[in-house]
């Protein structure tokens, strides 16, 4: 039987015992398990950096790679637990958003709420289910346990409001969903976004109070140092970046500000 890969996205920090704990109910459950950190370094409760983090880094693992994310401010109250089966793989945690970007971009077939407290640990805690009952899950998974057994199906997920985008007459309205560490502005547009606009060649948006005509560029050195620029990142999401530059400092700009977007 191959080994089983499972990864962990939290806003944990390394300072605690909490991810070790994460670990540890994994591989007691499953011992061939492969346990991957992608990060757990989100800012504390910040939903929408860990749905962006998750979406980007996931299609890259293998098929049938069983993701586990838990950025989870509403822990202890009835927001669902979920197990998610997309066309690449499985999403397993809260029903706030944080699975969904990841979710639907690799096209959703089966939704589960968990609910077997068989599949759980025997004392749950009303504030640490990724422990509890998220890490288990996953476990139980990896070994080859049916999805049907972890609880009733369902055809709902919470879509989030960074994961939308609003069609206003002549103009998109959207989000900024991440700023990286380049200080390039990432936002929820797509390629599919800049067809629906007619944008080819200049990207016409507006930025809090600022409003930018950038050209859309294939490589950020199409600009000149210091120059801003639009770009389709490598995760497939629109960036408005400066070369060799800060956009987010240049333009005062924060994760989840508005942006908008002009029909060319």
């Known amino acids: 039987m191959p080994r089983k890969i499972i990864t962990l996205t939290t806003d944990f920090g390394s300072r605690d ?29 910040n939903i929408r950096m860990g749905a962006y983090i998750l979406a980007s880094a996931s299609p890259y693992f293998p098929r049938g790679t069983i993701h586990v994310a838990v950025v989870d401010p509403g822990v202890g109250t009835k927001r669902r637990p979920l197990l998610v089966q997309t066309k690449h793989g499985f999403y397993i945690g809260p029903d706030n958003g944080v699975l969904a970007l990841a979710a639907r971009r690799q096209g ?9 407290r068989k599949l759980m ?12 009952i998220f890490a288990p899950a996953a476990a139980h998974l990896a070994n080859g346990t049916p999805l049907a057994e972890f609880g009733p199906e369902t055809h709902e997920i919470v879509k989030p409001e960074f994961a939308k985008v ?24 797509g390629e599919k976004e800049l067809e629906l606009m007619n944008v080819k060649a200049v990207v016409d948006v ?14 950020y050195a199409q600009a000149k140092p210091q120059e801003p620029l639009a770009i389709i990142g490598s995760h497939n999401f629109l960036e408005i970046s400066i070369n060799q530059g800060n956009a987010a400092r240049k333009f005062k700009v924060r994760s989840g500000d508005k942006i908008t977007l002009y029909q060319r």
């Not at 900024?176 to 929820?188: E, K, P």
């Open 166 to 189: 609003i069609k206003r007459k002549n103009m998109l309205v959207g989000e900024v969903l991440h700023i990286d560490g380049f200080g390039n502005i990432i936002t929820n547009f």
């Open 108 to 116: 959703i077939e089966h939704i589960y709420e968990i609910s077997n």
């Open 17 to 45: 015992p909490y991810v070790t704990e994460m670990k540890a109910v994994i591989l007691s459950i499953c011992p061939n398990a492969t346990v991957v950190d992608i990060t757990h370094e989100i800012e504390k409760f």
């Open 206 to 219: 507006k930025l809090k109070n600022v409003r930018l005509k950038l050209k859309l560029c294939k490589a």
């Open 121 to 132: 640990l025997p004392k749950i805690s009303n504030t640490f289910h990724g422990r509890d």
